[in-house]
């Protein structure tokens, strides 16, 4: 009987053996399963992109350059040794051509100018005495009464006496322009710019006692390098800038003919508006200025400022890929034109950029795209 039953025991042993190692078994793997579930990958960002677009934007050249005057005259004395009584202008006055800027003391004048009136009277008597004398000769030529030296003598001193009435109205004449010049007038309509004459003052001939600005005309003297000289012509427009922010506009009314060889740059001369140069104007002579030169317009492609970043030195825009990471790429902005900047190189029309949260990204980042709102609106 004991021998019967030997085997039936073996088999059941050898069953709970192998269902014990399959529960074992099963049990470790289905854990580690478990465990073993992927992560789902989370966006490092939620932003906006958007496609580059076409603009025409203006074609500008910076300059920066000083304020002058057109021109300048120098009103300087041309009496000698007389006392300046009166100065009737002062800087920033505006003034006419022929207004009297100043007037010297006419005393000394007067008195020479009546001994030159005495002189030529006298002169013209002598000369009315010397015709006589000499048509009296003349008719008494052919009698024999007077010889012909005598009478060569009193036709010599006919013409010595129209000589003198001559020479005397030159010297009335002097003393006529020595009492103009004590007026001293203005030799063109302008703006007073310097005024160095006072009252009482004995002036020599030559000295400056007033300048002026000619016409009121102010000038920008703007230096351009030689290589951006090929792109200006009289006529060009410029919007030039004052210190206090005020803008106006002038044209190009030439450029230099030689060029400076140390900075190699050459002066270009905008004419600015007539009221430029008045007593309230922004400008003034001497005054540093910024300006740009209008060259026209061309075609370029712009993204908003926004997607630009700007990280070491170098600009760069992120582009987003097919499984919505996005690659930072290096690229050379251009003009600006409001919020939108050119870019030269480095994308295509059809390239995406990430415009908000472009400044927080890094190369390769997942990101979460979300349609603009604000723009869509």
Excluded: C
């Amino acid at each position: 009987m004991k021998t019967k039953l030997k085997p039936v025991a073996y088999i059941l042993a050898a069953a709970f053996a192998v269902a014990a190692a399959g529960i074992a078994a099963y049990a470790p793997a289905t854990q580690a399963a478990d465990e073993k579930k992927p992560d789902v990958p989370k966006a490092a960002l939620t932003v906006t992109t958007t496609k580059p677009s076409s603009a025409s934007l203006p074609i500008k050249l910076a300059a920066n350059g000083n304020v002058a005057a057109w021109q300048e005259a120098s009103v300087s004395s041309e009496s000698n040794g007389l006392r300046l009584t009166e100065v009737r202008v002062n800087v920033g006055d505006v003034v006419k051509a022929g207004d009297v800027l100043a007037v010297f003391s006419a005393e000394t004048v007067n008195a020479d100018l009546a001994q030159a009136q005495a002189a030529v009277h006298e002169a013209e008597a002598n000369a009315a005495d010397a015709a006589a004398n000499a048509a009296r000769a003349r008719t008494l030529q052919n009698s024999g009464a007077l010889s012909a030296q005598q009478i060569s003598q009193y036709n010599t001193a006919e013409q010595t006496a129209n000589a003198r009435i001559a020479s005397a109205k030159a010297a009335l004449a002097s003393q006529q322009l020595r009492l103009k010049y004590t007026k001293v007038v203005a030799p063109d309509s302008g703006v007073i710019s310097a005024r160095s004459a006072t009252v009482g003052a004995v002036s020599n001939p030559g000295t400056e006692l007033f300048r002026m600005i000619r016409q009121g005309r102010l000038e920008w003297r703007a230096e351009v390098v030689a290589a951006d000289l090929r792109n200006l012509k009289p006529g060009v427009s410029a919007i030039v800038k004052a210190a206090n922010g005020s803008e106006v506009t002038g044209k190009v009314r030439m450029i230099a003919p030689t060029v400076d060889p140390q900075t190699r740059s050459a002066l270009v001369y905008v004419d600015l508006p007539q009221n430029a140069g008045s007593k309230d104007a922004p400008f003034k002579a001497g005054m540093f200025a910024s300006g740009q030169f209008e060259l026209g317009a061309s075609s370029a492609m712009t993204v908003p400022q926004q997607a630009i970043v700007v990280r070491d030195g170098f600009s760069f825009v992120f582009r987003l890929n097919a499984d919505k990471h996005v690659s930072q790429i290096k690229v050379q902005p251009g003009r600006r034109l409001g919020d939108r900047i050119e870019v030269l190189g480095g994308l295509n029309a059809e390239t995406q950029v990430v415009v908000r949260g472009a400044g927080f990204l890094n190369d390769g980042d997942l990101v979460s795209v979300v349609a603009d709102t604000l723009a869509a609106k």
